[in-house]
């Protein structure tokens, strides 16, 4: 079965500035989706980005990019130029290419944004 | 705005008691699937629904059940519900899975069991 862990469960960043969080992930398949969704206090789970495990290039949407190393199943989320309303929960996620595939969450990061 | 909607937003329910949690999808989706998201924790997948059809179950109880209607609505029912079933449900919609597929996530339903 797959899992996705994330390591840190709260991190702080002064805006303006750059953070990166961490997530892992196990798993025995060889093509799969990996994502990064937010979820700010409305509760909407917003799409941030999303990698394709076949492809070799990291995923980059504006100031929001991936660091995706295969062999050791990282899939850390770069944000740069931190802004206030980057501030929520911040959930690593996998899914599998089956028909009936599922997206496996990990429980997430809080992130604080400083003024 | 993501076009899935649900209803109601809020609910409290009495140990014992069944609820019923509706999902919009966004037009043009056939596929919903069903996510309970305790307090501090990430989603976890109840079921998915593909034309009307179960299409897939995480590891909940049967008396988690639910439907999908012709126009790809959906429903979440939970009977004998318990303090532990106490959650965020979140439906999400996409059209049918695969590459280049995206899931759209609703505001869910803040469910309370007392």
């Known amino acids: 079965a797959q899992t996705v862990t994330q390591s840190q469960p709260e991190m702080s960043v002064q805006e303006a500035e750059t953070v990166t969080l961490s997530c892992t992930y196990d798993?025995?398949?060889?093509?799969?989706?990996l994502f990064w969704y937010k979820q700010p206090p409305s509760r909407q789970m917003i799409l941030v980005i999303r990698?394709?495990?076949?492809?070799?290039q990291n995923a980059t949407e504006n100031r929001f990019s991936v660091n995706f190393q295969k062999a050791a199943k990282s899939f850390s989320l770069k944000i740069s130029d931190s802004q206030l309303g980057d501030a929520a929960m911040y959930f690593c996620?996998?899914?599998?290419?089956?028909?009936?595939?599922?997206?496996?969450f990990g429980k997430g990061t809080r992130l604080h944004i400083l003024p | 705005e993501t076009g899935v909607t649900q209803s109601p937003t809020h609910l409290i329910k009495t140990r014992g008691q069944q609820v019923t949690l509706r999902c919009s999808s966004q037009?043009?989706?056939?596929?919903v699937s069903w996510y309970q998201q305790a307090l501090g924790q990430g989603p976890q997948f109840i079921f998915q629904?593909?034309?009307?059809?179960?299409?897939g179950r995480g590891n909940f109880p049967p008396r988690f059940s639910g439907l999908q209607f012709p126009n790809y609505s959906s429903e979440l029912n939970v009977n004998a519900l318990e303090l532990d079933d106490s959650a965020l449900y979140l439906c999400?919609?996409?059209?049918?899975?695969?590459?280049?597929?995206?899931?759209?996530f609703g505001q869910g339903t803040r469910l309370t069991v007392v």
């Open positions: 999400a919609s996409s059209l049918e899975w695969g590459r280049d597929t995206e899931a759209f």
């Open positions: 798993t025995s398949e060889s093509d799969y989706y």
């Open positions: 990698q394709e495990a076949y492809k070799q």
């Open positions: 996620a996998y899914r599998s290419m089956n028909r009936d595939d599922k997206i496996i």
């Open positions: 037009s043009g989706h056939n596929t």
């Open positions: 629904y593909y034309r009307e059809e179960e299409n």
